[in-house]
């Protein structure tokens, strides 16, 4: 049964990636957005259904922001700490509803998120103070989760304080862009707390500083103004049209109405106390952007659990890349190519003429069912012998795609990559001749460690304990699948021993790039060249790489890749891999890789071989 290699999280971040520029990296507990890169705590290797469902939906709703967020025009709110709060919630509902349509499935992902949030409020109802009591019942009700509402023990009494204000938020989803959210949230502040602003228009030109918005947020405002009363102000409004002036002077009018001096009642008086404390207890109330991040973190430790050997979880991605490999010296390329030219023309011609013999049709005979072989009727009618029929076997085609990953650690020095660059270069001529798409690639880790040690020695031990990955991991591309070896081969001469090596999740990269452009029922292989153990410079966690190095390899397999490991002067990869060579003599490696790719391809069964 197919087991994906990495979660949606990091299906979705790849997809994003190409198609939006959306970066999305796994970073601690952070849950945020800067606008182009998407933050989401770092997620374990064993982490819950339930703990990845949440992190999908609040990924969808950072997707969101990025898309179709006008930061500028949300930024405007933050002078005021209230009208913050209510520009965040009707953006929020806005964007959900915005990815909901670009994406339907989308839905089905917040929804879960909120009902989490929903659920975990319930479980301490009664804990929570009155104030953030009401803010979540009106976050519910603008998201469109009304019918939650009643399982709430005083919903219905907390709905009630919000009677004023209900037609805006059923209208928060709906409206169209960042700048009708900051005027719902205006216009929310307006009827909640009259005094929060001075009168006149004035103070909206440091929400709207050009006139195409100062026009557009007034007449936001005036249409929320005319739906929030009994019609006639929508009817005046229609009559006047929309010209500059008419919306100036009918602006004014609306805001010496808002901020007479008509007495107070008691509900707005009750209102405006119950603002007055609000204002503080919204800093902690949990779908404001920094507490939601606070409850990731807290989703996170729940479902994390004790450290062992056996857990893996990076602190951060933000580092993680993947790089393209420069040009390299294309008559060292044919130097090489020449080196290994007789032994790949050797190989593939053997392999070519054994699949060109494979390749035809054959016939079975002897068979219990099929065609019916008229030359073996009289033994059945004889004998009773039921074997007369026969089967014509289709020819086998060579339907495979590779990948070679090397170790790029500071170990590979000297011989061992020399003899890995020849090796690669083989490789690549034997899959070039027989048609077999390929690429190649190389692991290591960032080359500042020091920002490994830093990011370790500034942990509490709390933290040191659930994370046990510090290094930044880094792909380097030296083929990829569409290009082509002749032109791009050079590229292999750059193939350069660095720093530490992180087996585990270079293998992962490796089989989902496998699994991304391979066709359906198509064979894949992924050979990997590695001189040790995985190892990164903060040694304590070297238990915790193999073990992680050892589920990944059961994934491989649940996934049908073949993954052969060929250890350089080492025995180790015979604790991971399925199937794995190991030679102590690196000038070996050339010759032994394409005798494991023969084997492979001719289907034979022996597990592993020592030279």
């Keep these: ?278 204002g503080k207890a919204l800093e902690g109330c949990a779908e404001s952007g920094e507490a939601l991040s606070k409850i990731a973190g807290e989703m996170y430790h729940h479902t994390r659990g004790k450290k062992g050997e056996d857990s893996y979880t990076p602190y951060t991605t933000e580092g993680d890349k993947i790089v393209h490999v420069e040009d390299g010296d294309m008559a060292w390329f044919q130097s090489i190519r020449g080196e290994v030219a007789e032994v790949s023309s050797v190989m593939t011609r053997r392999l070519r003429m054994d699949l060109t013999v494979r390749g035809y049709a054959r016939t079975e005979y002897e068979k219990t069912w099929g065609k019916l072989d008229t030359r073996r009727l009289s033994r059945f009618l004889v004998t009773g012998n039921a074997r007369c029929f026969k089967q014509v076997k289709k020819g086998e085609k060579l339907d495979v795609i590779a990948s070679l990953l090397v170790d790029l650690s500071g170990s590979m020095r000297m011989g061992k990559i020399q003899e890995a660059r020849k090796a690669a270069v083989l490789f690549g001529e034997f899959c070039d001749q027989l048609g077999i798409p390929f690429e190649v690639l190389g692991f290591t880790t960032g080359p500042f ?76 292989v992924l050979f990997v060249f590695s001189d040790g153990m995985p190892e990164q410079s903060i040694g304590r966690y070297s238990e915790n790489q193999k073990a992680h190095l050892k589920k990944t390899m059961d994934k491989l397999e649940a996934s049908e890749i073949e993954a052969i490991g060929i250890g350089i002067q080492t025995d180790a990869p015979k604790h991971y891999y399925p199937k794995w060579v190991s030679i102590s003599d690196p000038s070996k490696l050339a010759g032994t890789q394409m005798e494991k790719l023969r084997e492979l391809f001719q289907d034979k069964k022996k597990d592993r071989f020592r030279m």
Aim: proline share 5%; net charge negative; with cysteine.
């Design 449 to 524: 460690q020091q920002a490994a040690h830093k990011r370790w020695n500034e942990a509490d031990a709390a933290t040191r304990d659930r994370f046990t990955r510090w290094d930044d991991l880094v792909i380097y591309l030296f083929k990829e699948f569409h290009e082509s070896w002749k032109r791009v081969g050079h590229r292999i001469q750059n193939m350069q021993a660095m720093y530490h090596n992180l087996d585990a999740e270079s293998v992962q990269v490796a089989a989902q790039r496998l699994l991304h452009t391979s066709k359906p029922n198509q064979r894949k």
């Design 1 to 278: 049964m197919f087991q994906p290699i990495y979660s949606p999280l990091e299906k979705l971040g790849r997809i994003l990636g190409e198609a939006y520029d959306i970066q999305v990296v796994h970073v601690g507990d952070e849950c945020k957005t800067d606008g182009r890169t998407i933050y989401l705590p770092a997620v374990p290797e064993d982490a819950p259904k339930e703990f990845i469902e949440t992190l999908e939906g609040k990924l969808d709703h950072e997707v969101g922001h990025v898309l179709d967020t006008d930061w500028h025009v949300i930024m405007r709110s933050y002078d005021h700490d209230l009208l913050k709060q209510w520009t965040n919630v009707c953006e929020d509902a806005r964007i959900e509803k915005y990815m909901t349509n670009l994406w339907p499935g989308c839905r089905a992902n917040l929804e879960f998120l909120q009902r989490f949030l929903f659920d975990r409020d319930l479980e301490g109802w009664g804990d929570i103070d009155r104030d953030n009591q009401l803010f979540k019942v009106a976050i519910l009700y603008c998201k469109g989760y009304r019918d939650w509402i009643p399982e709430i023990p005083n919903g219905s009494e907390l709905l009630e304080h919000w009677e004023d204000i209900l037609p805006a938020l059923e209208k928060a989803a709906e409206q169209p862009d960042s700048l009708h959210c900051l005027a719902l949230a205006v216009w929310i502040m307006d009827t909640l707390h009259p005094g929060w602003r001075p009168k006149g228009m004035e103070p909206l030109k440091s929400l709207a500083p050009t006139e195409a918005e100062l026009k557009a947020l007034m007449e936001a405002l005036l249409e929320m103004e005319g739906k929030g009363t009994e019609g006639e102000e929508g009817e005046e409004f229609e009559e006047h049209g929309s010209s500059g002036e008419i919306l100036r002077t009918r602006m004014e009018e609306y805001e010496e109405e808002k901020h007479g001096e008509a007495e107070e009642g008691p509900r707005q008086s009750r209102k405006r106390g119950m603002l007055k404390k609000l």
